[in-house]
């Protein structure tokens, strides 16, 4: 059996994902944490992008509490050109040109899932290789207006099947896609 590569990404109803820190909080409650961490416990390895590792070092690391706790002691996987010496521990950097490859032989390890958390070039990047398993897409009842949308228009077609949704009191959707076979 091999391990599932989940995506989790914040959403506004027109498709904006930029920034969720700056929109996201006030419609999120115990609920959503739970369903949150029911997620991360899922898991137990972190896929990073680069400029959402960057952000996450700056901020997890000081943290303390259960999803803090996952996200510092998980290993973390991080696709850079650049990034050299990684500081917050536990992190391993992956070259893009080798990423299915990588990819491939961490889904063939004993273990539960593979989660990534924002990083949506690389969400994209792995739905165009058929790499991603499981997307989890949080829809806040927001219009946004403007901002980087999770799927770019003139995009590749994507077959995805609802498996799973829940509607949390906050009006946010939690929908689970799996790709198509």
């Not at 398993?133 to 995009?155: A, C, K, Q, T, Y």
């Given at each position: 059996?091999?391990?599932?590569?989940?995506?989790?990404v914040?959403?506004?109803?027109?498709?904006?994902?930029?920034?969720?820190?700056k929109w996201?909080?006030?419609?999120?409650?115990?609920?959503?944490?739970?369903?949150?961490?029911?997620?991360?416990?899922?898991a137990?390895?972190?896929?990073l992008?680069?400029?959402?590792y960057?952000?996450f070092a700056?901020?997890w690391?000081e943290?303390?509490?259960?999803?803090?706790?996952w996200?510092n002691?998980?290993?973390?996987?991080?696709?850079?050109?650049?990034?050299?010496?990684?500081?917050?521990?536990?992190?391993?950097?992956?070259?893009?040109?080798r990423?299915?490859e990588?990819?491939?032989?961490?889904?063939?390890?004993?273990?539960?899932?593979?989660?990534?958390?924002?990083?949506?070039?690389?969400v994209?990047?792995?739905?165009?290789?058929?790499?991603l398993?499981?997307?989890?897409?949080?829809?806040?009842?927001?219009?946004?207006?403007?901002?980087?949308?999770?799927?770019?228009?003139?995009?590749?077609?994507?077959?995805?099947r609802l498996?799973?949704?829940?509607?949390?009191?906050?009006?946010?959707?939690?929908?689970?896609?799996?790709?198509?076979?």
């Open positions: 059996m091999t391990r599932r590569l989940t995506a989790n914040y959403v506004s109803l027109d498709g904006v994902v930029e920034a969720p820190e996201h909080f006030p419609y999120h409650d115990d609920a959503t944490q739970e369903a949150v961490l029911a997620g991360m416990r899922a137990d390895t972190v896929l992008g680069r400029n959402t960057d952000i700056g901020a690391p943290r303390t509490g259960e999803m803090a706790d996200f002691l998980s290993p973390k996987l991080v696709v850079s050109t650049t990034l050299r010496d990684p500081e917050w521990k536990n992190t391993t950097v992956l070259a893009p040109e990423l299915i990588e990819l491939n032989q961490q889904k063939a390890r004993p273990g539960r899932a593979i989660a990534v958390h924002g990083s949506i070039s690389l994209r990047a792995l739905l165009a290789h058929g790499l398993d499981d997307l989890v897409v949080m829809v806040h009842p927001l219009v946004l207006g403007s901002g980087r949308r999770l799927f770019p228009e003139n995009g590749p077609r994507l077959p995805l498996a799973a949704a829940t509607t949390f009191g906050s009006g946010i959707q939690s929908l689970t896609y799996i790709k198509e076979k």
